[in-house]
């Protein structure tokens, strides 16, 4: 149960504190929607870079080691939110954030399947811990947004403290380049997929909680829309361990990113119509399944498929880490367009999630699936 608590736990960490530093950004320290999108994309890009760097070194060194260096460093940069009270110290802390954030994805997704853990459970476990984190984180906040960061902070606490019991797994040794092109060329079509429609997701994410914020605004007091918004984004979370669970390991890697792709296209088209935050609620739940099919499917496609697991899901977590970086250009863009409007960003996420899916049906390429190794010390 080690490798779930940690899953859990970081889970946890990672989306309680991307929820509020957004409202924390805005709210508390005065910036504007713009300095926001800017604030994402350099979290983003440190967490694009130390995660192609780490995902490999997992490969080459071990996956314990490099899993606990990440949640280490998680746990004591995440708690210097804490002490942030300006928009500049925000900004320093938010990229170190991205960078130790960047270090242990892979690492993790390689010990759980040399654990044989299925794919759909060990992600499940990441969609507990992002609704745990925000029920908590939310709870939280209602006595002051600076407490959501303590949350998270012990969040990041509990999974090193987890990381440091990990019994060792045999392995073969991999030699993997400084730059994996096979890696990246043989599974072209999941990271073109996932980066189209993940950045133009992230374009909306950006400023989701603000989104939120302004939806509910007339509904609620302050400390309750606060709760309010970690129970939305619990929702999501809670479904997608239902599909999770209870479908991704019923069906094929291909499948499940088609469904995941094209089931966020009408996901994020539905977010258009919401006139307050009741409204989203219903349509997190297509979220949830969404993503579950989308990020399940490609887990599977990259640790059945290919040897050097770390680097391949590690490159994954880089994929996504680019998306963040795109995700608030594109933000940024249509903002300046459109000030303060949130449809146009919500409806090029639905527009690039199609694309995606045209783009996966016409790249994808069945490969020999690779069993799994009996490795050796």
Not at 35 to 55: D, E, K
Not at 85 to 110: D, Q, T
Not at 271 to 289: E, H, K, R, V, Y
């Amino acid at each position: 149960m080690k490798t779930e608590t940690i899953q859990v736990m970081a889970g946890a960490a990672v989306l309680s504190a991307f929820t509020y530093i957004p409202i924390l950004a805005r709210d508390e320290l005065g910036a504007d929607n713009f300095y926001v999108t800017v604030l994402v994309g350099f979290y983003a890009v440190a967490s694009f870079l130390s995660s192609y760097i780490f995902g490999r070194a997992g490969d080459i060194y071990g996956r314990r080691i490099v899993l606990r260096l990440g949640l280490l460093l998680s746990t004591l940069t995440f708690g210097l939110i804490i002490i942030s009270n300006s928009l500049e110290i925000l900004f320093i802390v938010r990229i170190l954030n991205g960078f130790c954030i960047g270090i242990y994805p892979g690492a993790l997704a390689a010990f759980a399947y040399e654990s044989d853990m299925k794919m759909g459970r060990f992600a499940s476990f990441g969609a507990v811990g992002w609704g745990v984190g925000t029920i908590f984180a939310g709870y939280a906040a209602g006595f002051g947004i600076y407490w959501a960061f303590v949350v998270s902070t012990l969040f990041f606490c509990m999974a090193f403290l987890s990381a440091m019991a990990l019994p060792p797994i045999e392995r073969k040794a991999i030699h993997v380049p400084l730059f994996p092109k096979e890696t990246l060329t043989k599974n072209f079509s999941v990271y073109g997929a996932v980066l189209i429609r993940h950045s133009s997701a992230y374009a909306l994410w950006t400023l989701w909680p603000l989104f939120l914020a302004d939806l509910g605004g007339a509904q609620f007091l302050p400390g309750d829309l606060l709760i309010m918004i970690g129970i939305v984004q619990a929702t999501n979370s809670i479904s997608q361990v239902v599909f999770m669970v209870g479908i991704t390991d019923r069906f094929n890697d291909v499948r499940l990113i088609q469904m995941g792709l094209i089931s966020s296209a009408v996901t994020f088209f539905w977010f258009s119509f919401a006139t307050n935050i009741l409204d989203i609620i219903p349509a997190q739940i297509l979220l949830g399944f969404s993503w579950a099919c989308l990020y399940v499917g490609s887990l599977k496609f990259l640790t059945d498929r290919n040897e050097e697991r770390s680097t391949a899901s590690g490159l994954l977590t880089s994929i996504m880490s680019i998306s963040g970086v795109l995700g608030p250009i594109y933000a940024g863009i249509l903002i300046t367009i459109w000030p303060n409007q949130y449809i146009p960003i919500i409806l090029f996420a639905a527009l690039m999630s199609a694309i995606g899916f045209l783009f996966f049906r016409h790249t994808c390429k069945e490969t020999r699936l690779i069993p799994k190794l009996t490795v050796e010390s």
